[in-house]
């Protein structure tokens, strides 16, 4: 399934050639408002981690189809003791408002369920641009997530099908 070339975008593992623009989004203080993770690592602390770096559907690249050029990460993040699989989408601020979140959540829903999972959604409740774009794909909000310590508040999200 992988490479995938959804048209504006490729969806593949990352390669070397993109760690310098991996540690430019990863220390982007707009791409990463709403994520959760450490945010202070230095530059090394994050060319550290993608040495070690393993082929897998956790970290993906998001690659502009026209250049190659990497645009972002996305993945499918395993819900423990479930059958879910947790999507996200980090794409740098040039590539906002083209619809590619809309063909990455697509298809990483596709994966989770060719895996033989479910995909979910969870996203911080201030962050409207990314509620409205799985509301747009047709998924539903299906509670809050109530878990302490694991984004707690933020909202769960579920496709209509499920």
Same mark, same amino acid.
């Given at each position: 399934?992988?490479?995938?070339?959804?048209?504006?975008?490729?969806?593949?593992?990352?390669?070397?050639?993109?760690?310098?623009?991996?540690?430019?989004?990863?220390?982007?203080?707009?791409?990463?408002?709403?994520?959760?993770?450490?945010?202070?690592?230095?530059?090394?602390?994050?060319?550290? *981690?993608?040495?070690?770096?393993?082929?897998?559907? =956790?970290? %993906?690249?998001?690659?502009? #189809?026209? +250049?190659?050029?990497?645009? &972002?990460?996305?993945?499918?993040?395993?819900?423990?003791?479930?059958?879910?699989?947790?999507?996200?989408?980090?794409?740098?601020?040039?590539?906002?408002?083209?619809?590619?979140?809309?063909?990455?959540?697509?298809?990483?829903?596709?994966?989770?369920?060719?895996?033989?999972?479910?995909?979910?959604?969870?996203?911080?409740? *201030?962050?409207?641009?990314?509620?409205?774009?799985? =509301?747009? %794909?047709?998924?539903?909000? #299906?509670? +809050?997530?109530?878990?302490? &310590?694991?984004?707690?508040?933020?909202?769960?999200?579920?496709?209509?099908?499920?």
């Amino acid at each position: 399934m992988l490479p995938a070339n959804l048209g504006s975008v490729v969806i593949r593992h990352l390669e070397q050639a993109d760690h310098v623009a991996y540690v430019a989004l990863e220390k982007d203080a707009a791409v990463k408002q709403y994520l959760g993770g450490p945010t202070a690592k230095t530059e090394q602390q994050l060319l550290g *981690d993608l040495r070690g770096y393993q082929p897998s559907t =956790e970290i %993906l690249a998001m690659a502009d #189809a026209a +250049t190659g050029q990497f645009i &972002g990460r996305c993945g499918l993040l395993p819900i423990r003791d479930t059958l879910e699989e947790e999507i996200y989408c980090v794409l740098a601020k040039d590539y906002w408002g083209r619809g590619i979140g809309e063909l990455v959540v697509a298809f990483l829903a596709r994966l989770a369920i060719a895996r033989g999972k479910t995909a979910v959604g969870i996203v911080h409740p *201030d962050n409207t641009k990314s509620f409205r774009l799985l =509301e747009k %794909l047709g998924w539903v909000q #299906a509670g +809050t997530v109530s878990e302490p &310590g694991k984004k707690l508040g933020h909202l769960r999200y579920v496709p209509s099908s499920v």
